[in-house]
């Protein structure tokens, strides 16, 4: 802090008495500072290191990552997590918020609301542990036994030995009265198992640490260890089998589960969304609507009057022959980049535009996965030959030309790549702090609303291409908050991309089973469209009204790295704010 203020009084001394040179590379230089960091980046950064070395050192080590499989915080480091929590928030009260820069002011909000999420959620830990503490009478003897590992103290081993096989007796009394239980609640049976099993992982580590190395050690402990082992993986699912949680299974072998409309509201308060499940849905509602009219005006173009869908067909037969979908990759890109380039919208480094990749997607990942991924590089979803007659078929009309003409700048520039490169090299502290998906997916889904606006698509079988991704996007908030609401199955929500979007019935099976199945938080993908429209909200802000060009919106929007849209808009408006921030943005205009 005292740097900047240096730094600040220096400016304004060459305000007075300096050359205007030498105050324009002063006010150039701060200006490249808050480029790469802010008045509270420093603290952003040691919070997270702190919160990591907390983690790793009271937790299960015996892992790459230094968690177990089944990671659950100890209550000793519960608390020390906590008390983390409480030195960064009275840090936080010591600072001058007013004298802040935008950036650091933005910075001190969401280190703050994350800090204090953290905190709901650990508190909401201890209480979910001491409801179930009753079932692990055996859990502090391997606590104790984990608390000696972690520093190489010497142990005794028929001491150890004796606690072992104490905690063993422990848990089959436990297990006894466990099973007269007629049910557990759902969250908290989960929890309890995923206890137990990671006491597993902590006691396999602390034995792992003493065993061939401590002669009485090895001579003592392994038979009772073996036996405490075995049964703490019998108990953790005997817990799972007592849970109240109804067996489902809609015939779609889709797992997953509804978090609640509760859960669910949190989640959009936690991302800076200021809307109601319901107000989303009408979103979608309308979004949706007004794809649909721009489909009959291509359909009608094409021929086929007012059947969209049998334009569509037209359209998915397009496909190329096997063996040729990364050409076609390469040609879109190309076609994409020249556009964007040609109107002059964004500042591409030439290296983002000479590192990006393409990697061909396993069969087994296209389960789940059947169009393309993106990141540092595109991974691209077409058929092998393994793959059944049918499933061939229709991955290559899931992924035809006029559909993929819409997508490869997402994954690619000024996409994912792109956002990959200049996360590394603009704040790149704000890509672990403040990760939102509303701006990973909202950056790039607003690229293809622009592309669309701005005459990308000039035929109308390549505007078809690109309605059928903006449809599915309205379609995923659509179902996505349906399924987490209790309304909809798995299986009616791969009915609604089939019915709704046109998907081919092993595309949409793969987008659903991708969303509730693979590690994607409840909002992920009604992110896209969401965040899109946030960004768009705020091009026609900025932009639209002359104050910025679209090459300085869209340059200054990618150095800023991770934010809720909301905070974006803060900063490139540079707006008043204050310490205790709240959410309360409304980006959407409904037509009623």
């Known amino acids: 802090m005292k740097h900047y203020l240096r730094t600040a009084i220096a400016a304004s001394i060459l305000a007075i008495t300096g050359p205007v040179t030498a105050q324009a590379q002063q006010n150039n230089h701060l200006a490249s500072l808050y480029e790469q960091a802010s008045e509270v980046s420093g603290l952003v950064v040691q919070y997270g290191q702190d919160t990591r070395a907390v983690e790793y050192f009271y937790g299960p080590m015996a892992s790459v990552q230094g968690r177990g499989a089944a990671y659950v915080h100890s209550p000793e480091q519960l608390d020390r997590l906590r008390r983390l929590n409480k030195e960064y928030l009275d840090k936080l009260k010591t600072l001058d918020f007013d004298r802040f820069s935008i950036h650091g002011q933005v910075d001190y909000i969401l280190l703050k609301r994350k800090i204090e999420r953290s905190e709901e959620t650990l508190a909401a830990e201890k209480v979910d542990y001491q409801k179930v503490v009753r079932w692990m009478p055996f859990a502090d003897s391997i606590y104790a036994f984990e608390r000696l590992r972690r520093k190489g103290t010497s142990v005794d081993g028929e001491a150890v030995a004796n606690s072992l096989h104490g905690a063993l007796q422990q848990l089959t009394e436990a297990q006894a009265l466990l099973t007269k239980e007629d049910a557990l609640d759902a969250a908290l049976a989960d929890y309890a198992s995923s206890a137990v099993l990671d006491l597993k992982a902590r006691l396999k580590n602390a034995f792992d640490f003493y065993n061939g190395y401590d002669p009485l050690f090895t001579w003592w402990v392994p038979e009772p260890y073996n036996a405490l082992d075995t049964a703490l993986e019998r108990y953790g699912k005997l817990i799972l089998s007592k849970s109240d949680a109804k067996p489902f299974d809609d015939g ?90 040609g109107k002059d919208l964004v500042t591409m480094p030439p290296l983002s535009e000479e590192t990006w990749g393409m990697f061909m997607m396993s069969p087994e990942q296209q389960l789940v996965s059947p169009f393309f991924l993106g990141g540092r590089n595109i991974m691209v979803s077409y058929p092998t030959n393994t793959m059944s007659h049918d499933r061939k078929l229709m991955s290559m009309r899931g992924n035809n030309p006029y559909f993929s003409r819409g997508t490869v700048q997402h994954e690619l520039v000024p996409g994912h790549h792109f956002q990959y490169f200049m996360n590394s090299r603009y704040k790149p502290y704000r890509a672990e702090a403040f990760r939102t998906p509303f701006w990973t997916e909202g950056w790039t889904l607003y690229w293809e609303l622009l592309l669309y606006d701005l005459g990308f698509a000039k035929t109308p079988e390549e505007r078809i291409g690109m309605l059928f ?115 309360s943005w409304r980006f959407y205009a409904f037509d009623n």
């Open 252 to 341: 779609s072998n889709i797992g997953g589960r509804p978090i609640g409309r509760e859960a669910f509201v949190k989640a959009l308060r936690d991302d800076m969304i200021p809307y109601t499940p319901e107000e989303l849905l009408k979103l979608a509602d309308q979004e949706f609507a007004w794809c649909e009219a721009e489909l009959l005006k291509a359909s009608r173009e094409m021929g086929f009057g007012d059947d969209w869908k049998a334009a569509q067909e037209k359209v998915k037969n397009s496909y190329v022959p096997p063996g040729k979908q990364p050409e076609l990759i390469i040609e879109l890109y190309k076609d994409a980049n020249d556009f964007i380039k």
């Open 469 to 583: 991704w903006r449809m599915h996007r309205c379609a995923r908030i659509t179902f996505s908050i349906n399924y987490h609401l209790g309304k909809w199955t798995p299986q009616q929500c791969v009915d609604y991309l089939v019915d709704r979007v046109g998907h081919e019935p092993s595309t949409a099976h793969g987008e659903v089973k991708r969303s509730f199945e693979a590690n994607y938080g409840p909002l992920y993908q009604l992110a896209y469209l969401t965040g899109g429209l946030q960004v768009w909200s705020l091009k026609k802000e900025l932009v639209d009204t002359g104050k910025m060009t679209y090459k300085e919106f869209h340059d200054q929007i990618i150095k800023e790295n991770y934010l809720p849209i909301e905070l974006l808009r803060a900063t490139l408006t540079n707006q008043k704010l204050n310490r205790d921030f709240q959410s």
